[in-house]
Structure formats: structure tokens, C-alpha cells
């Protein structure tokens, strides 16, 4: 993250116990008092949620010593806040109680990290980070009864058990939505056990938990990729777009001060600075609630809420109404004769404001595709400001828009209408075969994970009003799930090129995208090995599951035959496995049935 600017790392040198700045009129020291006893009530919370998230195989009694050591230093930094190891970051403090567990660092395999320091140090326990938790076991589910009576034995330590299990599947997910979700199970586990259905209680309270935290850790980890491998400019660029569409009656001098602080909270938060997250999202919220008469109508309510609720609310709050009389076009940056002057006077402010402009004139369309429109419009200057008569070059620049629209128009409409034609299941299957033609390289979980929320985007946006705007966020952020967060991401050559080259046409990019001629493909003897442990064995496990597996190996083993071909392997083999899955020797019911699918597949490879 060597992008990280000053005002970054003047963030990182403040200590647990101290403000962000000293607050000198009344409603900021208000503000900051609030958020300070918010961070001191929630130290136990905040240490759970860094030791999870950047170890995270750690133990739960692992975890528990950790929490120890940290109220433990917390209070002695409250007695005497002038002792040499409160001068920490709270960050810092966090990592040092990590190295100084006797034998952990080389247990966990994160030793390598706390020979570093400063920022070298943050770095490494961010890199450490494994967004793919397959290595884990799965989420642990109590009976509601179970459940309810070991919350009643130990609140504390039941919450806490909560809080380690959802934060080390979620590593990259900032410390303040971790805080909204812990908050919110409290209040479920609190109600649901007091009711006669326990069960059907928890599954009503857990259904918009669950939709909020996977919403956020989406959208969070898109974001945080976007400046860890574009920087700060494609970031802000985002953040401009996204806040001029839902804040279309703030002034631009105000939005620049607003994208300054957003920038700063960004760096600490996607670094997994915990306390510096939740400090930095106060602060920001607290500018939009200080000056909400000229930004929003939509967020009285929301300012009225604490943290982290008020965070949560204004950041889902609607968008607000545009301004009566703006128009769809501003002219100053097609009709104007000194457009290349004030573009070369500052660039960065120039097309700052071109996407301000553009996003609160169009609240229709996705945050991606003003960012194409943005790249096409700079493109365009870098041609027409080098020629003699620049105006008449780029005055036809709103077709040029508009062309590029409507291409990002057409696929997200074949998309719709496939999904409506073909259903949720074949869409899937049509998911699944396109990623792991472009990743093989991918787990077949993670695979899947992808194919399953491309089509969520689907049944979600394509009966909706705003279609394209919905289809579109939604499916960059399933892009961002496989382009990662790290740097260090690699897949393959095709793909790390999409991910890397162009944040705004990487969905163009992937579209056009072939099975992956790198791969080198699992011998037949492999596949049949792989099936005969999946199909021919006695084992309890979703015959979805199973299926997927199968079409993963397929498409690896045979990228290049076509659809047809594809589908009647797929179709003849699952078949038989459905009706063989309840004999007692599975593996004698296959035989006949593999006999005649593998005779088809040879014969398919003769005809290649």
C-alpha cells in the first residue's frame, strides 16, 4: 500500500487513548468524546475483531489471552496515559501483544512479520490476510436451545465466540459493520430466547444480519482492491461518483473536503487498522450530519442514530432528489473554447468535476459506467487538445458517451434476458463454465461462489426500474470478489490483466475473455480419480455440490468442446449419479453408465 498519502499516515501516529485532533469547539469535542467512550466500550470487541482477521487459524483461548493483555494495557494507559507504550497506535499496540505471545508467531506462521516494523510490519499482517477461508472448518451451528442456554450461562464469552467465528471469515470486512453485526445478534439472541419458536426466531433476525454483512464485505473489499491497486485517484474517482449520485445538492468545494476525509478513513480502514477505522467513519459521518441542510434531505433520522448505527443507516440511506432545473448536460466540458486549458491548468480537479457533474446529472447510471465515460472523456482531450482546432474535436464528446453506454447497456440486457429465458439453475451452470474457463486456477468453492452471486445480481436487478445501474454494481462487485484485494493475487496472465490494467472497462475486459491456455490441464486418470472419490463412495453431501464439482473438472479437462457437448456429458452423468446415489454399491451402478460416458467423451476427442 505504498500509495498511502500524508494524510494517511499522520492518522497512523496517533496513540490509543488520544483524539484525532485536539477538538477545539464544542460540537467536535462533543463528537469526539462520544466516539472515544464508543471506542473504549468496545476495546474487547476491536482486539477480537484485528487477532481474527489478521490470524486467522489463531485459537479461540488464543484469542481470549490477546483480549486479556489488551484491557489490560488499556486500563494502565487510562491511569497513566504518559507511560512510554501508550504513545502506541492502538495498531501497533495490537500487533506488538501478537509478536509477544510466547510461541504464537511461530505456531500461526507470522513470525516473518514481527522481525518488521512500522509501516513494513502493517504491511506484512495485511498481506497475511486469506480472503479464500476454505482452510477453515465450517461456521459452527448450535440448536437454538443449545445456543440460547450458553448465551444465558456467559453472554460475554458467547458474543465473543460470535464475533472471532464471523471476523476470520471476513478479514478484509472494516471493524465498524463487524461492530453493527455483533450488535445486532445481541439484540436477536436477547429476543429470540425469550420466544417459543427459537428456531424459526433466529432465522428471521439472522436472514438481513447475514444479507447486510456479505452486501458490505462485497462492496468494502471491491473498494479497498480499487486503491490498493490503482491508488488513490481511482478511488476518489469512485467516491466522487457514488457520493455526487446520492448527495446530488452538494457544492463541489464541499465534496472535495468530504473525498479528503473519505480517502483518510479508506487508508486506515482497508490497512485493518480497527480503531483508526472507527475514528476515521465518525469523522466522516459527522461532516455529512454537521452540514446535512445543503447535502441531503434523506438523512435527518440517520444523524440522530450513535455510531455505529448512524454509519450503517447513511450509508444505505436513499439517494437524494436531484436539484429542480439541472440539467442531463453541462456544457462547459464539451461546448466550451478553453476546455484543454483549464484541463492542462489541473487535471485531477478538472475531471474531478466532470464526474461530479456527470453522476448528479445521471442517477441511472452504475458507478462503472461513469467511470467508462470518464476514461473515454479523457482519452478523447488526450487526442483533441493536440490538435489545431480542439473544440470542434471534442464538442460530439455526449455521443461518444452515449456510444459507450450503450454497449454497457447490451450486456447487461443479454444478461437479463438469459437469466429470464433459461432460469436461475442453467444460469448458474452458464456462470460456473465462463469462470473456470478464465480461472482454473480457482478452487472450485470460490467458483462457485462467484457463478452463484453473478446470478443473485441477476435475480435481484433485472425486473427492477434502474436494471442496468443494479445489474452493473453488482456484477463489478463479483469482479472485485475475483480480482481480490492483495497485490500479491495472482491467477493467471488473462485474467491478472483484466484485473490490473483498467478498473473501469474490466467487466469489458472479462467478457471477452477465453479459456485460460496456460492451465495446465489434470491428467484423465486424475478426473477419474477425482470422480470415483466424488460419485462411487458412500457420502453424505449435497448432490448440488457434487454436480458442481463434476462440471468444474469438465470444463478443466475439456475447456474446448462445445456447449451441446458440455451439456450432454454433464446431463447423462449426473443422471446416472442421481439414480445410483441410494444402492449400496454406488460404484457397480456407475460402471455401465461411466463405460458409456467415457466411450462419448473419447469419441468427442476424436472428432478435435
Same mark, same amino acid.
Given at each position: ?361 445521471? &442517477?441511472? $447510471?452504475?458507478?462503472? /459506467?461513469?467511470?467508462?465515460?470518464? =476514461?473515454?472523456?479523457?482519452?478523447? +482531450?488526450?487526442? @483533441? #487538445? ?53 480461472? &482454473?486456477? $480457482?478452487?472450485?468453492? /470460490?467458483?462457485?461462489?462467484?457463478? =452463484?452471486?453473478?446470478?443473485?445480481? +441477476?435475480?435481484? @436487478? #433485472? ?146
Amino acid at each position: 500500500m505504498r500509495h498511502l498519502k500524508l494524510t494517511g499516515f499522520i492518522f497512523f501516529l496517533l496513540s490509543l487513548t488520544e483524539s484525532l485532533a485536539l477538538p477545539t469547539k464544542s460540537p467536535d469535542l462533543d463528537h469526539f468524546n462520544a466516539t472515544q467512550k464508543f471506542i473504549d466500550e468496545n476495546t474487547a470487541y476491536l482486539a477480537i475483531i484485528a487477532f481474527s482477521q489478521y490470524v486467522q487459524e489463531g485459537s479461540f483461548d488464543e484469542l481470549e489471552t490477546l483480549v486479556k493483555a489488551m484491557l489490560d494495557y488499556r486500563d494502565r494507559c487510562w491511569a497513566d496515559n504518559t507511560l512510554p507504550e501508550c504513545s502506541k497506535t492502538a495498531n501497533d499496540a495490537i500487533q506488538d501483544m501478537f509478536c509477544d505471545l510466547e510461541g504464537l508467531p511461530q505456531k500461526r506462521n507470522f513470525s516473518h512479520c514481527c522481525g518488521k516494523t512500522g509501516f513494513q510490519r502493517r504491511l506484512c499482517f495485511f498481506y497475511n490476510k486469506k480472503a479464500n477461508v476454505g482452510f477453515l472448518p465450517p461456521f459452527p451451528t448450535l440448536d437454538p436451545e443449545e445456543k440460547c442456554q450458553a448465551y444465558k450461562n456467559n453472554s460475554e464469552s458467547f458474543l465473543h465466540l460470535y464475533m472471532y467465528e464471523v471476523a476470520r471469515r471476513n478479514p478484509f470486512v472494516f471493524s465498524p459493520v463487524l461492530l453493527t453485526v455483533a450488535a445486532r445478534f445481541e439484540e436477536a439472541a436477547t429476543t429470540c430466547c425469550e420466544q417459543q419458536q427459537k428456531a424459526t426466531c433466529f432465522q428471521a433476525k439472522a436472514a438481513p444480519i447475514t444479507q447486510y454483512l456479505k452486501a458490505s464485505s462485497s462492496y468494502q473489499r471491491s473498494v479497498c482492491g480499487a486503491l490498493i491497486k490503482f491508488g488513490p485517484k481511482v478511488l476518489n474517482s469512485i467516491n466522487i461518483a457514488v457520493f455526487s449520485q446520492k448527495f446530488p445538492r452538494i457544492g463541489f468545494k464541499d465534496l472535495t473536503s468530504l473525498i479528503e476525509d473519505v480517502l483518510s478513513m479508506y487508508d486506515g480502514c482497508c490497512e485493518g487498522d480497527v480503531v483508526q477505522c472507527i475514528r476515521s467513519q465518525s469523522q466522516v459521518m459527522n461532516h455529512i450530519c454537521s452540514k446535512q441542510d445543503s447535502i441531503s434531505s434523506k438523512i435527518k433520522a440517520c444523524c440522530e442514530k450513535k455510531t455505529p448505527e448512524r454509519e450503517a443507516c447513511i450509508i444505505n440511506a436513499n439517494k437524494d432528489d436531484r436539484p429542480e432545473g439541472l440539467s442531463l448536460r453541462e456544457a462547459k466540458f464539451t461546448d466550451s473554447e478553453n476546455v484543454c486549458q483549464e484541463r492542462d491548468s489541473d487535471p485531477d480537479k478538472f475531471f474531478s468535476e466532470f464526474i461530479y457533474e456527470y453522476s448528479r446529472r445521471h &442517477p441511472d $447510471l452504475s458507478t462503472p /459506467e461513469i467511470l467508462r465515460i470518464t =476514461k473515454v472523456y479523457m482519452d478523447l +482531450l488526450e487526442d @483533441c #487538445c493536440s490538435r489545431e482546432s480542439p473544440a470542434g474535436c471534442y464538442r460530439p464528446a455526449e455521443d461518444k458517451f452515449n456510444e459507450t453506454t450503450q454497449q454497457s447497456l447490451a450486456m447487461v440486457q443479454q444478461e437479463c434476458r438469459q437469466y429470464q429465458e433459461l432460469g436461475k439453475d442453467t444460469m448458474q451452470r452458464h456462470f460456473l463454465v465462463r469462470f473456470t474457463k478464465a480461472a &482454473p486456477q $480457482l478452487p472450485m468453492e /470460490e467458483l462457485v461462489s462467484l457463478s =452463484k452471486d453473478m446470478v443473485a445480481a +441477476l435475480a435481484t @436487478c #433485472c425486473t427492477l426500474s434502474d436494471e442496468f445501474a443494479c445489474v452493473d454494481n453488482l456484477a463489478d462487485l463479483v469482479l472485485g470478489e475475483l480480482c481480490g484485494v492483495n497485490t500479491n493475487r495472482t491467477i493467471n496472465p488473462a485474467v491478472d490483466h483484466c484485473c490490473k490494467t483498467d478498473f473501469a472497462f474490466r467487466s469489458h475486459c472479462f467478457e471477452h475473455l477465453k479459456a485460460d491456455t496456460t492451465y495446465a490441464l489434470p491428467s484423465i486418470s486424475a478426473l477419474v480419480s477425482a470422480l470415483h472419490a466424488d460419485w462411487c463412495q458412500p457420502r453424505k453431501e449435497d448432490l448440488q455440490n457434487k454436480k458442481h464439482r463434476f462440471l468444474v473438472n469438465l470444463v478443466k479437462w475439456m475447456p474446448e468442446i462445445t456447449d451441446e457437448e458440455r451439456l450432454c456429458l454433464f446431463t447423462k452423468f449426473t443422471a446416472a449419479g442421481e439414480e445410483c446415489g441410494d444402492v449400496q454399491e454406488p460404484e457397480s451402478c456407475f460402471r455401465p453408465e461411466s463405460s458409456k460416458t467415457g466411450n462419448e467423451s473419447q469419441a468427442t476427442e476424436k472428432q478435435r
